[in-house]
């Protein structure tokens, strides 16, 4: 087989993973948009809205442009096909990257493959990559508008990158890799922070790979300023901002010009990537009807990039208190366990499981024994995306409650999504097991070369099981229950109605299908877990001609509150309670014995200011018994 055959045949095979992968996803694909986060990103998608935080300002302004594509008649499943594209092309990019990996395991130092060697590195990168394609987790991303497809793209974009500097380190062009991999990382937090998981294993890779850039301190300090981004955004645009302009500098002088240019280059693409975000507060300001945590201002903006709408302790901080037991977290619990999603990945449950993982640990130590850099890159890739994120997302399993409350709840729904690189990249090492298992038959003697053909024919293969036995958990095809339950709610109240919903679930849908397919936009949602924030009652009282009668001063947040130490913030001037009458900020509250929350007061406050002028519903029971005794 010759250069251009067998270069042909890899781009082939590359191309037939990835329509694979797309006929599957689009045989599966949700026809309108699922429950959760769905419905959210379709809407904000739909209308330049503003989603929860952090605000995933590039995967929204790629979702208007899939929506603006002639591809379905259904402008849901338009959007929802970001995920399948995204999630195809991750297959084959995934194909390419392991195709590298496994042939930098099998030539040990050599400068060529032989020929049966070529084939069990093709058959590996094919099995590897439909592993993943064909997980379940990532499968499941894969067709519904969830941002984890296009993430798991721009990871393995990444480790693409890197793997091309590698290899033509040596040439002039080479160092544009490095600048496209700043680029990348930086502008993929527009999508989600996942990716950013993937920069300390590329950049381990890097060093571990070339000796100048070991010893290259500049480029030391410009990987750490750059993920101070993940730490805190002050810090992030302080110390980036500083290098960036001491880099420019040097980089136009004449002595220092060779020395810093590269760094000049990283640095400046990677604030290119970063100003995705910019679409937030100029998006926001232009009020969208979807605008949450109406980040404006830098006070607010900063916020909603660290999430303080779900805490006030930033991730790195809440991860040394654990939110649950190491055995829950790492094991086999509901909603949260890392094994819980892991054992139900690649279609072998039970005890066959066990042998899956030793092929995929087996796989890495051979690549590490044979390749130390290129191992070093699989395993600390997969080491991040599983105990690096069961440590870092810190799940909570309702033990803790008592000790921490309200932040230690049971986790309300199945969290593997955020395991999805963890996964991904186990794929990857399976194939790297089978293709070991081939290296080492096919070393034995001349004939046995044609045994270890066939095993990276069988390993090419096997990936129809996991096909087989996950399609029926990933397939939505059918699923119009989100649809019609959105349908049902709305078509339930009458014209001008009022309709507060409780969560994720009932909220999601009635925003997507009021916003994407304008059924009944007449009613107006109050959703009463953001109910609970100062910026959510102001676009109650300015946006949505909601009787909300409070000031300005009585619902906005911007006083420090000396009983928490200055650490949070409340209304400059308390409200008028009328039913208990007594005055008080509009913050939770008691009431003789009982503990009232803000929601419960906006609620109280609408339906008493509204004087039967506009028809309420509630899309589901209040909780306990209320004031008013609105309880069904």
Known sequence: MDDNTFQRLRYILGGLVTVASFIVYALTVAPTFSYWDCGEFIACSSILGIPHPPGTPLYVLLGRVFAMLPTSPDPAVRINYLSVVSSALAAGVAFFVLFRVIQAGLAAGAEKLEKWQTAVALGGAVSGSLFMAFSATHWNNAVEAEVYGPSMFLILSLAWLAIRWVDRRDTPQANRYLVAISYIALLSLGIHMTVYLALPAIFLFLIAADEG?????????????????????????????????????????????????????????????????????????????????????????????????????????????????????????????????????????????????????????????????????????????????????????GTQYYRLQPDAYMEVRNR??????????????????????????????????????????????????????????????RNYTPYDYAWNLLNSCEPDGVLFTSGDNDTFPVWCIQETYGVRKDVTSVNLSLANTDWYVYQMKHRWGLPVTFTDDQILWTVPDMSTGGLLKRPKQPIDDPISGTRHYLFQTRDNDQIISVNQLIVEHIVLNNRWKRPLYFSSSLRGKTRLELES
């Open 416 to 477: 593997d999504y955020f395991f999805t690189p963890g996964f991904i990249v186990f794929a990857l090492m399976m194939a790297l097991g089978l293709s070991a298992i081939a290296d080492r038959i096919g070393r034995t003697s001349s004939s046995a070369r044609k045994i270890a053909v066939g095993v990276a024919v069988v390993a090419a293969l096997l990936p129809i099981r996991t096909l087989a036995e996950n399609w029926r958990g990933a397939d939505r095809s």
């Open 213 to 397: 850039l070991r010893r290259n301190w500049r480029f030391w300090v410009s990987g750490l300023v750059l993920f101070l981004v993940a730490i805190d955004l002050t810090l992030f645009l302080i110390g980036a901002g500083a290098w960036l302009i001491l880099s420019v500098i040097l980089a136009l002088g004449r002595k220092s010009a060779a020395r810093w240019g590269l760094i000049a280059a990283i640095m400046l693409a990677g604030w290119i990537g970063y100003t995705s975000h910019l679409f937030l507060p100029i998006r926001s300001a232009q009020d969208p009807w979807i605008d949450e945590n109406n980040p404006e201002s830098f006070e607010s903006f900063k916020s909603f990039l660290e999430r303080k709408q779900y805490g006030q302790t930033s991730m790195i901080k809440r991860m040394f208190d654990r939110r649950g037991t190491w055995a829950n977290q790492f094991g086999d619990h509901a909603h949260m366990g890392f094994y819980r999603y892991f054992k139900e990945q690649y279609g072998f449950g039970g005890w066959a499981m066990l042998p899956v993982m030793l092929l995929g640990f087996y796989g890495a130590f051979w690549l590490y024994r044979r390749a130390g850099p290129w191992g070093a890159l699989i395993w600390a890739l997969f080491l991040l995306g599983s105990v690096g994120l069961v440590l870092y997302m810190n799940f909570a399993d």
